[in-house]
C-alpha cells in the first residue's frame, strides 16, 4: 500500500504521456528513499528470462557519489555532441524532425549540466552467467532481462509525480562507472535514470512516425 499520493490516469494516458524529464526536473526538492523504494518494488514485477531475476538496481543520491557520475556523463556527453551522431544533427534534412532533434539536444545538454543536482539517480543493473561477458548470443537475454523493470519504474514513477529520463549515455564508459560504484565485473547497467520531482502540470504524447511508416505484416 503506497503512503504517497498516487495521479489519477488511465493505463493509456500513463503509457503515452511518461515523457524523458529534463529540463522540468525539480532540482531543488528531495525525493524520498522511500517513494523511490516503493518504485522499485513494482519495477520487480517485471519478467526476467527463465524468471532469474538476476537484477540490481543502484540508487545514488550521496552528493560527491553524484558529482563523480556526473562528470563522466557530461564528458560523454561533449564527446559525442563533437560527432555525427550527436543527438540534434540527426534527421538534419527533414523539416519536420530537425525541430524535435534540436529541442531534444539542447535539453540532453542541459541535463548534461545539471546531472550531479538531480536528487537520485538510479542505475538498473543485471548480472552475466558464465564468463561474465556479453556476446551476440547472450544480449538480448541480458537486456531484456532488465530493460522492462526499467520501464516499469519509470512508469511507477510517473504515477508518483515524479519524473525521470532513460539515459544509456553513460553505457558505453562503463569501466568507469563501475570503478565509481564498485559492482562487480560481471554486472552492467542497462541505463542512467535520473529521478526528480517535476515542475509544471500536464504531459502529453511526444511526437511519433505514423505507424503505417514502421509498420509490417507478415514479411518485411
Not at 128 to 140: F, K, L, R
Amino acid at each position: 500500500m503506497t503512503t504517497h499520493p498516487v495521479v489519477d490516469m488511465t493505463t493509456d494516458t500513463l503509457l503515452t504521456t511518461t515523457r524523458s524529464v529534463r529540463k522540468r526536473l525539480d532540482l531543488s526538492r528531495d525525493v524520498p528513499l522511500e517513494l523511490v523504494r516503493e518504485c522499485l518494488t513494482i519495477a520487480l514485477q517485471a519478467p526476467t528470462s527463465a524468471n532469474r531475476q538476476h537484477w540490481s538496481f543502484i540508487v545514488i543520491a550521496d552528493p560527491g557519489q553524484k558529482r563523480r557520475i556526473a562528470e563522466i556523463y557530461k564528458r560523454q556527453w561533449d564527446w559525442l555532441a563533437s560527432t555525427p551522431y550527436a543527438v540534434g544533427v540527426r534527421f538534419a534534412d527533414d523539416p519536420t524532425r530537425a525541430p524535435q532533434q534540436s529541442r531534444a539536444a539542447d535539453s540532453g545538454a542541459y541535463l548534461a549540466e545539471h546531472l550531479a543536482e538531480v536528487p537520485v539517480l538510479v542505475l538498473p543493473c543485471i548480472e552475466v552467467e558464465g564468463d561474465g561477458q556479453i556476446t551476440p548470443s547472450n544480449q538480448a537475454d541480458t537486456w531484456g532481462s532488465i530493460m522492462p523493470a526499467a520501464w516499469s519504474f519509470m512508469l511507477a514513477a510517473r504515477t508518483r509525480g515524479l519524473g525521470t529520463a532513460w539515459t544509456s549515455l553513460s553505457t558505453s564508459v562503463e569501466p568507469e562507472i563501475r570503478s565509481v560504484i564498485g559492482y562487480p565485473d560481471n554486472v552492467y547497467h542497462a541505463s542512467l535514470i535520473p529521478t526528480a520531482y517535476y515542475t509544471g502540470e500536464t504531459f502529453k504524447p511526444g511526437t511519433r512516425q505514423p505507424l503505417d511508416d514502421v509498420l509490417h505484416l507478415d514479411t518485411w
